[in-house]
Structure formats: structure tokens, C-alpha cells
Nanobody, 120 residues
Framework: QVQLVESGGGLVQAGGSLRLSCAAS????????MGWYRQVPGQQRDLVAS???????NYEDSVKGRFTISRDNAKNMVYLQMNSLKPEDTAVYYC??????????????WGQGTQVTVSS
């Protein structure tokens, strides 16, 4: 059983900050990468940031220098600190985990999404 619960979205003015959190409840799985995607209505879901189980991070170009991803392996949590937010960051943000168990790969599991709205 896998459950991802996101929190921290909301409405903020341009230039402001938000911190997204995602708690993964799971048993009999191991987590490879964790991270965040975002989606605007009518568009595809795009990667924002990811962090591997070794701590290697990856960011979409438009958020580099503004967003910081981190994870707490002991708590199975991933965070996204978003600073200097812009109206174009407005989207639904989805947490994901990339799971395996032993040698079997299970793929991505997703949270329900949290809305981030940045007003100009």
C-alpha cells in the first residue's frame, strides 16, 4: 500500500515563498527518487525538481536558484522550498516517489496534487 499526502500549497503574491511537503506512507517498498511535477490545465505534467536516494538533485531550468528540494529518508518525506515565486509558477504540484522492492521495479506513485497560485 502506498499513500502520498501533500501539503503547503496556497495563494501567494509574486516574490513570495511557499514550502510544499509530501509524506509517503508505504510498506515493503524502497524509494529511489522523490520529487515534484507541476501541471497547468491543458498542458502536460512537467518535472520541477527531483532528488535521488543518494541526495543528487535535479531542477527544471526555470526554477534553478529559486526552488530547493530536500528529503528526509527516515521520515519518507520530500520538501520543496519555493522562493521568489512568479505568476508562471502557478500550477497544481504533484509529489511522486519512484519505488522498487528488491530487484522488482514498481515505477512512479503520485500524490493527489496541491494548488499553488501566484498573483501578480
Amino acid at each position: 500500500q502506498v499513500q502520498l499526502v501533500e501539503s503547503g500549497g496556497g495563494l501567494v503574491q509574486a516574490g513570495g515563498s511557499l514550502r510544499l511537503s509530501c509524506a509517503a506512507s508505504l510498506s515493503d517498498f524502497s524509494i529511489n527518487a522523490m520529487g515534484w511535477y507541476r501541471q497547468v490545465p491543458g498542458q502536460q505534467r512537467d518535472l520541477v525538481a527531483s532528488v535521488s536516494n543518494g541526495g543528487i538533485t535535479n531542477y527544471e531550468d526555470s526554477v534553478k536558484g529559486r526552488f530547493t528540494i530536500s528529503r528526509d529518508n527516515a521520515k519518507n518525506m520530500v520538501y520543496l522550498q519555493m522562493n521568489s515565486l512568479k505568476p508562471e509558477d502557478t500550477a497544481v504540484y504533484y509529489c511522486y516517489v519512484d519505488l522498487y522492492s528488491g530487484t522488482y521495479y514498481y515505477g512512479y506513485y503520485w500524490g493527489q496534487g496541491t494548488q499553488v497560485t501566484v498573483s501578480s
